[in-house]
Structures are given as structure tokens and as C-alpha cells.
């Protein structure tokens, strides 16, 4: 009966927050135009926006941002140089070093039977190869019987380039089928697919590796290359990650050319290929978070913090993940300061470093910066997208639809129309840099974004450009990001931290525990 009662507690809580968020922003477009500096906001993001130059310079003059690169750095300062041109004070905060890496050029193709080149790109901190590049036999994992029998084949990788992905059965995207194929191919494909994924993990887990392992594995055993191919389902999308080689190339290969080398491996054809990678390894590189502060009038030791990371995977550009929460947090500190200069609060931004690796950056400051992040009113974090913001939750914080729920219903009804809330939510414990706050009990929230298919085609991929930016979207989100720290450092009251009491978990019969803060990692990818 007690539990009974707790859930008709918290779920008239969720309901009641819900009715006072809707309550509150039907009067939303009066607050607007009875204060000046929203109307002020809005007008200027929509007549005067830079995101699109932002952007631009960014995304395709720096490029992508991969930490322990030059270009990781030359975006530090670049933001930094940005900043101190609107009259913000910037700096570029060290927390510890990486390992040093540029990528070069990669060039691959096929020289036997016949020529043509191929789509591929060199894995993020992959060896390079000689100026000549290095040329061999393209052979695929064998099924063996156990990994004893595997340990037995190993020596046959000596020189060769070994494929060591699923071949897709279809390089066509499932809505691709769903929208053409008849119900029964459609159902024939799924079966095949799950059958063959099914036997390859099978495959894959007899040699006694992982995708881990098994590259080191090869690479020890005399292997001059190893090539995968992480389709993202979607046309001419993979996924760009890391390699695990440290003397031998390691490529990622687009479906359709790596599903033809299989084939002709597998038909006993032999095929060859040539690989030119060209990437320096360099000196550990120092790691930051770039850091602006608008600094508070009345209230300065107490903070508004706009989150977002500034690192990137490099198989693009990083334009969607998250060059789109960068620019958007720099855009509405460039309003705030030309619109509202003297603030309550000291309103700072954090462009967080290494977030791909763990949410190093945004953890280090949590570390390093505890009277800040005790003096925290809010933390405003996106990182998922260029969607306008669709969805917003309270991380467990038993007062944020109060509080949040009050900010939110300052800005126009056109901006928070399509956001749904969850009060007071459940906290992150990972996921993107909001969470590293969170686990300091600080209240800091994630601003998720609409799709716009995020996940299959840009989140990590090589299709993560700046054509992918839906520039309304992003301004939204500008406006919104502007005008929730406006409301916040003006509220009288200091947000209440007060945490929910977790539920236990079903599947262990345990109580839930709030997320626990984790160290990073300082010395990242050095021997």
C-alpha cells in the first residue's frame, strides 16, 4: 500500500508540473512583450544572426576536432579570439594531455583483378603507412571451430589485409525497403540479416577476440593491414572511430567497395588493394575547455552555465556533433552581452574537451571547480543534433518544474510550442556532459533535439558536414538558450537542489542510487 501511494504521489507530482508548465506559458506572449530584453533577444537573433559565419569558419576552416589534433587547438583559440572580439574575457583552461595525432591523406584502391579506386578513410589515431604505401592480398576472417583453431590460422594473415566487418546483406536503409519492397521481401531481408548477424557475432566470438582485440591480435601476427566497415544504415553513412593498431593501418571502408572485396575474396578471386594513410603521430598535446564568462553585477560568485562539447570524432567535420551546440552557445553569449552586459548572475560557457572520450573536459572542471559548481543556479547543455529542442527533463530534481518550468515560460510560445517536459525526471548518468553536473547535485539539463535522422546519419559518421545544419532550427535553440539564462540569472531565488528519492530497479530488486561523480581521464591514449 505504501508504494501504492508513492506512485500516486509522484504521479500526480508529473501531472501537476505538467498543468503548471502549460498554465504558465499561455501567458507567455504577454511576459515577452511586457519586458524588453526578450523582445530584444529575439529580434536581434533572427535580424542580426552569425551562426551561419560561425559555422562556417569553424566547420569548414578549422574542420573537425579530434582531441590531441592541432585542429582541436586551433578551434581553442579560435573560440577564445571570438569571444575577446565581442568583448567576452575567454581563456583556454588546461586539465591534462592526449596523445598527439594528425590525419593525412588516404587514398585506397583496388589493383587486382582489375583497378579502381576505393571509399575509405584511415580510423581516427591510426599508424601511417610508408611513402609507397603498402599493397597485399584482401582475405576475411575464417568461421573456425574455437579459438584454438583460430590461434592455428593466424599465421596466414602474415602480409595480407584482412576484412574483419560483417558484409552487409543490403547497403539499402530500411526505410528504403519499407517504402518499396512487398511485405514479404520485406520480411524475407530482416530474417536473412538478423540470421547472418547472429552467425557472424558467432564467427567473430569463436577466434577468442572482440573488435577490441582483434586488430592487435592481427597486427601481431604479421597482418600489413586491417579494414572494417561501420555501416550507420543509412546511404553512404559509416561511423569513424578509433583504431587499435599501433604499427599496421587501420581503414574504415564504405559498404558498397568493402561488400565487393569480400565477395571476391570469398569467390577465391584474391583480390588486391593499395593503402597511402598518411597521419603523424606527435607529441602529447595539452587538453583544455575553453572558457567565457559574462561576469554578474549582483550576484558574481553565483553561476549560469551554457555547456557544450567542443571535441569531435574526425570522419567529418563534426558539423551536427556538436559544432551545432557550439555555435548555438556562443551565439546566445554574443546576444547577451550586446543585450543584457550587466547579468545577476555571472553567466559562463563551457566548450567542454575530450567529451567523445568520456566527458573528460566537463568533468575535470566539475573536479578542479567545486565552489563554482556549488554556486551553480543552472547548466543549460546540448549536444545531440541540429533539431530544434523537442524535449527537456527535470534529472531527478524534485523542484526543477518550479524553477525551469518559470524560465521556460518567459520565452515565445513559438519557441516552446513543441518542447515536452518530464518532471522531475530521472537524473543522466552519462550520454553528454550535462550528466558530469548532475552527479555534482548540480541542476543541469539536456536541451534534446528533434532527430533530423541524427542517429543514422550524421552521430559520428562521415556525413557530419555543415550541409546537415538546419539553420532555423539552430537559431531557435539560440533564442531559447539565451532566454533561459536571462530568466535564471534574474530569479530572485537560487534553484533548489532537492533530489528525488529513486525507485528501485526492477530488473534488480535494488534501490537506485543517484549517479556518482567519476574522475577523467587526465593522459588520454599514451603507453
Known amino acids: 500500500m505504501k508504494k501504492r501511494m508513492q506512485a500516486v504521489v509522484l504521479s500526480l507530482l508529473l501531472c ?16 515577452q ?6 523582445a530584444a533577444i529575439v529580434k536581434e537573433a533572427n535580424e542580426n544572426s552569425q551562426l551561419e559565419a560561425l559555422a562556417h569558419e569553424l566547420l569548414d576552416g578549422i574542420g573537425p576536432r579530434l582531441v590531441g589534433t592541432p585542429e582541436m587547438q586551433k578551434a581553442h583559440d579560435w573560440a577564445v579570439a571570438k569571444y575577446k572580439s565581442w568583448g567576452i574575457e575567454a581563456r583556454n583552461d588546461k586539465w591534462g594531455e592526449w596523445r598527439g595525432w594528425q590525419r593525412g591523406v588516404t587514398h585506397v584502391d583496388m589493383v587486382h583483378p582489375r583497378v579502381q579506386s576505393l ?53 539499402r536503409p530500411d526505410y528504403n525497403w519499407e517504402e518499396f ?35 592487435g591480435a592481427l597486427e601481431q601476427a604479421g597482418a600489413a593491414a586491417v579494414v572494417t566497415s561501420n555501416w550507420s544504415r543509412g546511404f553512404g553513412v559509416n561511423k569513424i572511430f578509433g583504431a587499435y593498431t599501433k604499427k599496421v593501418p587501420s581503414i574504415d571502408m564504405a559498404l558498397e567497395d568493402y561488400g565487393m572485396l569480400y565477395r571476391l575474396a570469398e569467390s577465391g578471386q584474391k583480390p588486391q588493394i593499395r593503402i597511402q594513410a598518411e597521419s603523424k603521430h606527435q607529441k602529447n598535446a595539452p587538453t583544455f575547455n575553453t572558457i567565457a564568462e559574462i561576469k554578474g553585477t549582483e550576484k558574481p560568485d553565483e553561476y549560469v552555465i551554457l555547456s557544450a562539447h567542443f571535441d ?39 566548450h567542454w574537451g575530450s567529451e567523445e572520450q568520456g566527458l573528460n573536459g566537463s568533468r575535470a572542471f566539475v573536479a578542479d571547480n567545486p565552489k563554482i559548481v556549488e554556486k551553480t543556479q543552472a547548466v543549460f547543455n546540448q549536444d545531440n543534433g541540429t533539431g530544434r529542442v523537442a524535449n527537456i527533463s527535470g534529472q531527478g530534481f524534485l523542484h526543477s518544474y518550479d524553477f525551469l518550468g518559470r524560465w521556460l515560460s518567459a520565452a515565445p510560445r513559438e519557441i516552446t510550442s513543441s518542447i515536452e517536459t518530464s518532471f522531475p525526471g530521472f537524473p543522466g548518468g552519462g550520454g553528454s556532459d550535462h550528466a558530469s553536473f548532475v552527479a555534482a547535485g548540480a541542476p543541469a539539463f539536456m536541451l534534446s533535439s528533434l532527430s533530423w535522422s541524427y542517429g543514422n546519419y550524421t552521430w559520428h559518421t562521415n556525413r557530419d558536414t555543415y550541409d546537415k545544419i538546419v539553420f532555423d532550427d539552430v537559431r531557435s535553440n539560440a533564442i531559447l538558450v539565451a532566454i533561459l539564462a536571462y530568466q535564471a540569472s534574474e530569479d530572485p531565488e537560487f534553484a533548489n537542489r532537492e533530489r528525488i528519492k529513486l525507485p528501485v530497479d526492477p530488473r534488480t530488486g535494488e534501490q537506485r542510487t543517484w549517479p556518482a561523480l567519476r574522475e577523467p581521464t587526465r593522459k588520454g591514449g599514451l603507453d
Open 119 to 171: 571509399e575509405a578513410t584511415q580510423l581516427a589515431w591510426s599508424p601511417s603507412t610508408k611513402s609507397k604505401g603498402v599493397t597485399g592480398e584482401v582475405i576475411m576472417l575464417p568461421d573456425v571451430q574455437d579459438s584454438v583453431a583460430f590461434q592455428k590460422w593466424l599465421p596466414n594473415v602474415k602480409g595480407k589485409i584482412v576484412l574483419i566487418s560483417m558484409p552487409q546483406p543490403t547497403g
Open 312 to 350: 569531435s570524432w574526425d570522419g567529418g567535420t563534426g558539423a551536427t556533433d556538436n559544432g551545432t551546440g557550439t555555435i548555438v552557445m556562443m551565439e546566445a553569449m554574443r546576444i547577451l552581452k550586446k543585450l543584457y552586459p550587466n547579468p545577476k548572475r555571472t553567466i559562463l560557457v563551457g
Open 16 to 31: 501537476g508540473s505538467m498543468v503548471q508548465v502549460q498554465a504558465q506559458t499561455q501567458g507567455q506572449t504577454q511576459t
Open 33 to 38: 512583450a511586457q519586458d524588453p530584453v526578450i
Open 181 to 215: 519492397a512487398t511485405k514479404e521481401s520485406l520480411e524475407k531481408m530482416k530474417k536473412e540479416r538478423d540470421a547472418q548477424t547472429e552467425a557472424w557475432s558467432e564467427r567473430m566470438k569463436k577466434t577468442g577476440y572482440n573488435a577490441r582485440t582483434l586488430p
